[in-house]
């Protein structure tokens, strides 16, 4: 287990981690989703060792980390960059960490040569052991960095956007055999990503970093149907934010108002709203609606991306929306640029923030 | 109508004129042109000031040479005068014994201070500034910077006499000055900063991810110097070497002003024999210390393939 316990980091006057507590269990894929600049990668250099924070614990198995350099953490790095030894042979690469670490060097050429040819069958890389690796493929050397990495046998493994360096359909199939082979190794494996999706897809437990702390972590289903903040709900980029105030047991701002389940909250409270994208259903403007909520709207583009239609439309205080429409159903309409529409969902869909807490 | 035919007559059948005058090849044939006309002068320069010259050089050096003349009698003479004297063949000795000995002190001493700049200093503003720095000693001329050491080695000099007050020593230390000493530490100072940057400039170049990459491994500060940074310098470290051993092997200056006329290198006895006017003897030794720096510099480059590296 690698906990994290109100970890600061500053560079300077810049506060990058701010009092941070995240707990990731033993094997167990989590994701760790943020914002370019939210300090994923400041998180994973302190976590490494390659930084120190500047206040609180990170211990693994109950053992504190700080002070330690980064090879005796028991913790691999897997760089966005491969950062692949660009001398040495693919072969040479993986065995670099048994052969030349300081505590535990392998001198047995043939059991390095035996436990690397395992590690190049667990990532696919047989009969590329020769080459050099300028002259394999974007995607032969991330299997090459991923096993230089897990050669060495680490509790937890790093991995700072793995997938950036790789095209799209390449992205895909690494996904899955990240997960496969983190599943046989029983690792942990902590992947940092700016990309919602992949942070979805891969995460058995997907971390939101936000304001410089962990905003929530929790299983990828239950965060995305639940966030528990607007921040996290916008960091998903699945869910419209509606800002208003609590008047009467309903939500009411300038293009909108209907009535929410808030009980708890004072009237005049500052409140957000978040309802997925796919939430929404659009109709024409000053159409009868019955116990349905809505947004008046004015559409702006559309956009076709082969499964989804996302439709942009601005409401009457300035907020864009984004409706999402999913090609299955039915052929979606045409909307007319500049003009009016009326964005209605199921006021049970709403998630209801108080503002304050936000 | 052509473009049918070319169509119908099938790709091997297509007539080598119809292939020379498409657009493709005409832009083709522009492009080599721009290229002869860019190496045009460099190549003219070469030929005219470098390759003739070179063949004059091996021409004279069989001519026929008397006390106050020389004509273009094909003889041996001159070799043989320089491959029998012990004189000529100790002082080609000395020439490749003080290039190994400079050579090796550049590396030693400019290693480091590559390292220092290339890999510890990571600030590129920070970087050019500490290598303006190293050649700052080039902003006054060769010869002072030499002559400089005179004050410095000299039996009255600053070394002598802070060891004197010091009294670590008894008597003036006589071998620092004029002497083969003095000419080695002259040429490391001068030739030191052209092996610090072609280094300083490979070692910037390596990732630092690569470094922190090999220190998650596991590998201590030593392993990663010499499975990681040294290897991937290496293209630095040749060309320097090369510069080094190019400028140190053609040297005369240093050992005529530092060495008090006790190190006779190959460049010395050109000079001095292009001053008798013994033009065939000075071409001997000219062919010879060519020979040689080819030589050094074949070898140098079979042990890293700069081209493969970068």
């Not at chain 1, 690792?187 to 304001?211: I, K, P, Q, R």
């Not at chain 2, 010259?53 to 320089?82: E, L, N």
């Not at chain 2, 410095?152 to 007050?165: C, E, F, K, R, V």
């Amino acid at each position: 287990m690698l906990a994290l316990n109100s970890v600061s980091k500053w560079y300077g006057e810049v506060c990058a981690l701010d009092r941070l507590n995240v707990v990731i269990p033993d094997d167990c894929y989590v994701s760790l989703l943020g914002a370019s600049g939210s300090g994923k990668t400041t998180l994973l250099r302190v976590i490494a060792g390659f930084e120190e924070q500047d206040e609180g614990t990170v211990t693994l198995n109950e053992v504190r980390l700080e002070g330690m350099p980064p090879h005796r953490r028991g913790i691999g790095f897997v760089f966005q960059n491969f950062a692949l030894f660009p001398h040495l042979s693919v072969f040479d690469n993986i065995a670099f960490g048994l052969r030349y670490r300081e505590t535990g060097a392998e001198r047995d050429g043939s059991v390095i040569r035996q436990r690397v040819a395992d590690m190049v069958r667990l990532v696919g890389l047989e009969g590329l052991e020769r080459r050099a690796v300028t002259a394999i493929s974007g995607g032969q050397r991330q299997r090459v960095a991923l096993a230089r990495t897990l050669v060495a046998e680490p509790r937890v493994v790093l991995l700072d956007e793995p997938l950036g360096a790789l095209d799209a359909n390449l992205r895909e199939r690494m996904c899955d055999e990240l997960k496969t082979i983190r599943e046989r190794l029983g690792v942990t494996f902590l992947h940092v990503t700016g990309s919602e999706s992949e942070a979805l897809l891969m995460g058995d437990m997907v971390a939101v970093l936000a304001d410089r702390r962990i905003a929530q972590i929790a299983p990828a289903d239950e965060l995305y149907a639940r966030p528990v903040s607007p921040e996290v709900a916008r960091r998903l980029n699945a869910y419209n934010i509606l800002s208003g105030k609590l008047s009467n047991g309903a939500f009411r701002s300038k293009a909108s108002g209907f009535p929410v389940r808030g009980e708890h909250l004072v009237d005049g409270t500052p409140i957000d709203v978040a309802v997925r994208f796919d939430r929404f259903t659009v109709r024409p403007s000053g159409a009868a609606g019955g116990a349905e909520a809505f947004v008046e709207a004015r559409f702006i583009a559309s956009e076709f991306t082969g499964a989804l239609f996302l439709s942009f439309f601005r409401s009457n205080d300035g907020q864009l929306l984004q409706v999402v429409t999913h090609m299955s159903g039915p052929e979606p309409e045409m909307y007319e640029t500049g003009k009016d529409y009326r964005l209605a969902f199921d006021p049970n869909d709403a998630i209801v923030y108080s503002g304050e807490a936000a | 109508m052509e473009i049918a035919e070319k169509a119908s007559s099938g790709v091997s059948t297509v007539s080598v004129r119809a292939s020379a005058d498409s657009p493709a090849a005409r832009r083709q044939r522009r492009e080599r042109r721009r290229a002869y006309f860019l190496l045009a002068p460099g190549v003219l320069w070469m030929v005219l000031f470098m390759v003739v010259p070179m063949i004059m050089v091996v021409y004279v050096s069989f001519w026929t040479q008397t006390t106050f003349a020389i004509h273009p009698t094909i003889t041996t003479d001159s070799w043989v005068r320089f491959l029998t004297s012990s004189t000529y063949l100790t002082s080609t000795w000395t020439t490749i014994r003080i290039w190994a000995i400079v050579l090796v002190a550049t590396l030693v001493i400019g290693y480091p201070v590559a390292l220092f700049i290339g890999l510890l200093v990571r600030n590129t503003t920070v970087q050019t500034t500490l290598l303006i720095l190293c050649i700052i000693p080039f902003w006054t001329s060769f010869l002072i910077r030499i002559i400089a050491w005179r004050p410095m080695l000299g039996t009255q000099g600053a070394i002598n006499t802070i060891l004197l007050d010091l009294h670590l020593i008894d008597h003036p230390l006589r071998f620092l000055l004029f002497s083969e000493f003095s000419v080695l530490v002259g040429m490391t100072q001068i030739y030191c900063v052209f092996m610090v940057g072609p280094i300083t400039f490979m070692l910037s170049r390596i990732d630092p991810s690569i470094i922190e990459a090999a220190r998650d491994l596991g590998a201590g500060f030593w392993r990663i110097f010499w499975k990681i940074i040294l290897p991937l310098s290496l293209p630095g470290v040749m060309v320097g070497s090369i510069f080094v051993s190019v400028m140190v092997l053609g040297e005369f200056a240093t050992a005529a002003s530092l060495s008090g006329r006790k190190v006779n290198l190959l460049g010395n006895i050109i000079v001095t024999q292009v001053g008798s006017l013994k033009w065939a003897f000075a071409s001997v030794a000219g062919v010879v210390l060519t020979i040689i720096i080819v030589v050094v510099i074949t070898a140098l480059l079979r042990v890293v393939n700069i081209r493969k590296e970068v």
